[in-house]
């Protein structure tokens, strides 16, 4: 598994970005996929996931209604599309690839390289 997150930038509250995650290998769809932040000088903290097939989705409270997870297992793809953007939603995000269900970061086994979501009020 090697994965590349992208669609990182800046954008004005209220806008809307779309990251990407691709996976240069072959076993994307056996992994249960997620979505980290880390904002400045906080932790690490779960954003969104999607179960293997992409029939289960499970989202942070501060997230929910805003942000929708989804993958593409044709594409080695999973997305997060972020809508009405908040600047608190300022972080790097990564995304993170794992055989356990969940929302701990101990749950993921591998990570791409994050990409900067910048939103300016």
């Known amino acids: 598994v090697q994965l590349q997150a992208s669609g990182g930038g800046l954008v004005q509250a209220g806008g809307s970005l779309r990251l990407s995650c691709a996976d240069s290998g072959r076993t994307f769809s056996t992994y249960n996929m997620g979505w980290f932040r880390r904002a400045p000088g906080k932790e690490r903290e779960f954003v969104a996931a999607?179960?293997?097939?992409?029939?289960?989705?499970n989202y942070a409270d501060s997230v929910k209604g805003r942000f929708t997870i989804s993958r593409g297992n044709a594409k080695n793809t999973v997305y997060l599309q972020m809508n009405s953007l908040k600047p608190e939603d300022t972080a790097v995000y990564y995304c993170?690839?794992?055989?356990?269900?969940?929302?701990?970061?101990?749950?993921?086994?591998?990570w791409g390289q994050g990409t900067q979501v910048t939103v300016s009020s």
């Open positions: 999607v179960s293997r097939s992409g029939g289960s989705t």
């Open positions: 993170a690839a794992g055989s356990l269900w969940g929302y701990d970061d101990t749950d993921y086994d591998y």
